[in-house]
């Protein structure tokens, strides 16, 4: 894909079409794309285009697959204002963020005389603000065919609890293929792990999230396309943990995550236990929330067990008579 994206930009510079900013996405939920931003200097306009780059069968009829659609001159000045007010954040931050192969993001921009790469895996970060208006606009220009791919693209800017960054990704067949195929034999056959090691197991759309260890992790699966994305925490990506829970998923060994609800803020965390006031929870952003940071009546807790209700108890004993300990529990823990 990246030689075909190559002949893009050279056919591009024949056609006297100048770039000022393009958007590659490689392997992108199994998806790849050309997007750019471009001045035509035979006709003096501004021009948006897409090239759906995995629906080039023969790269010798190339320009028969660009999409086009104008764009306002002052739309195009806008975004080239917003790239030098920020010149300055740009230069001081990295900007080859990328650690996967699949979820490439590139970002090229080439605005006067000066010409910054950007590469990031599958989210844009928020460390870059400006880029939130600038792909808006951008895809604004583009068919409705690809606007999801705006959304997933900006998640952690709109989802930023949910934003997680995979280690890894891989084809695999889930319920077909052999574990040999991604792990060693010694895993495989002498793993110290056993489906009791996994204590939490729960599928929320085509994520799977576990426990193991007191770790969580997450392995992103879409049936119809055999892929497999892990995201493995502070274990290998092919380790025994990750492998264990596989295991438990084919074998459905669920157990449900407790449900933590911040009512202020609207948000549901997957909770996984409690210790030292501090929830656990499986957050891109934190690691555990504070019982200390909320009224007691903006915190509601589902699908409990005896395990986190005798935690929590123990903690507020030490603070308040049994009585207000009662009050407390009867007000967070949902019936």
Same mark, same amino acid.
């Given at each position: 894909?990246?030689?075909?994206?190559?002949?893009?930009?050279?056919?591009?510079?024949?056609?006297?079409?100048?770039?000022?900013?393009?958007?590659?996405?490689?392997?992108?939920?199994?998806?790849?794309?050309?997007?750019?931003?471009?001045?035509?200097?035979?006709?003096?306009?501004?021009?948006?285009?897409?090239?759906?780059?995995?629906?080039?069968?023969?790269?010798? !009829?190339?320009?028969?697959?660009?999409?086009?659609?104008?764009?306002?001159?002052?739309?195009?000045?806008?975004?080239?204002?917003?790239?030098?007010?920020?010149?300055?954040?740009?230069?001081?931050?990295?900007?080859?963020?990328?650690?996967?192969? =699949?979820?490439?993001?590139?970002?090229?921009?080439?605005?006067?005389?000066?010409?910054?790469?950007?590469?990031?895996?599958?989210?844009?970060?928020?460390?870059?603000?400006?880029?939130?208006?600038?792909?808006?606009?951008?895809?604004?220009?583009?068919?409705?065919?690809?606007?999801?791919?705006?959304?997933?693209?900006?998640?952690?800017?709109?989802?930023?609890?949910?934003?997680?960054?995979?280690?890894?990704?891989?084809?695999?067949?889930? !319920?077909?293929?052999?574990?040999?195929?991604?792990?060693?034999?010694?895993?495989?056959?002498?793993?110290?792990? =056993?489906?009791?090691?996994?204590?939490?197991?729960?599928?929320?759309?085509?994520?799977?999230?576990?426990?193991?260890?007191?770790?969580?992790?997450?392995?992103?699966?879409?049936?119809?396309?055999?892929?497999?994305?892990?995201?493995?925490?502070?274990?290998?990506?092919?380790?025994?943990?990750?492998?264990?829970?596989?295991?438990?998923?084919?074998?459905?060994?669920?157990?449900?995550?407790?449900?933590?609800?911040?009512?202020?803020?609207?948000?549901?965390?997957?909770?996984?236990?409690?210790?030292?006031?501090?929830?656990?929870?499986?957050?891109?952003?934190?690691?555990?929330?504070?019982?200390?940071?909320?009224?007691?009546?903006?915190?509601?807790?589902?699908?409990?067990?005896?395990?986190?209700?005798?935690?929590?108890?123990?903690?507020?004993?030490?603070?308040?008579?049994?009585?207000?300990?009662?009050?407390?529990?009867?007000?967070?823990?949902?019936?």
């Amino acid at each position: 894909m990246d030689e075909l994206k190559n002949k893009i930009i050279k056919l591009l510079y024949k056609k006297k079409e100048n770039v000022v900013l393009d958007l590659y996405l490689r392997d992108y939920d199994c998806s790849n794309y050309y997007f750019a931003i471009v001045y035509n200097s035979k006709i003096e306009k501004f021009k948006v285009l897409m090239v759906p780059l995995d629906a080039i069968h023969d790269s010798k !009829y190339l320009e028969e697959y660009f999409c086009y659609q104008f764009i306002f001159v002052k739309t195009v000045e806008h975004i080239m204002k917003v790239i030098h007010d920020n010149e300055e954040l740009i230069e001081n931050c990295t900007h080859n963020q990328s650690t996967l192969d =699949s979820y490439y993001i590139e970002i090229n921009t080439h605005i006067a005389s000066k010409d910054y790469c950007f590469k990031f895996t599958q989210y844009i970060p928020t460390t870059f603000p400006f880029f939130f208006d600038i792909i808006v606009l951008l895809f604004e220009h583009l068919p409705n065919i690809v606007s999801e791919l705006c959304n997933k693209v900006l998640y952690s800017f709109q989802n930023p609890n949910d934003a997680i960054t995979y280690n890894g990704s891989y084809r695999f067949d889930l !319920y077909k293929d052999s574990f040999l195929d991604l792990f060693s034999e010694d895993i495989v056959n002498s793993c110290k792990y =056993s489906l009791n090691d996994v204590s939490f197991l729960e599928r929320v759309g085509n994520r799977y999230y576990a426990v193991i260890n007191n770790e969580w992790v997450c392995i992103h699966y879409t049936d119809s396309l055999n892929k497999m994305n892990i995201y493995s925490g502070q274990y290998s990506v092919l380790g025994e943990e990750i492998f264990i829970v596989l295991k438990a998923i084919i074998e459905e060994k669920f157990h449900s995550f407790y449900h933590l609800s911040i009512l202020d803020e609207d948000e549901v965390y997957l909770c996984y236990g409690f210790s030292n006031g501090n929830f656990l929870v499986v957050s891109s952003l934190k690691s555990t929330i504070s019982i200390l940071d909320y009224s007691y009546s903006n915190i509601s807790i589902s699908d409990y067990d005896e395990v986190l209700i005798n935690h929590l108890e123990e903690y507020l004993s030490e603070k308040y008579e049994d009585f207000k300990v009662k009050e407390i529990l009867q007000s967070i823990l949902d019936e």
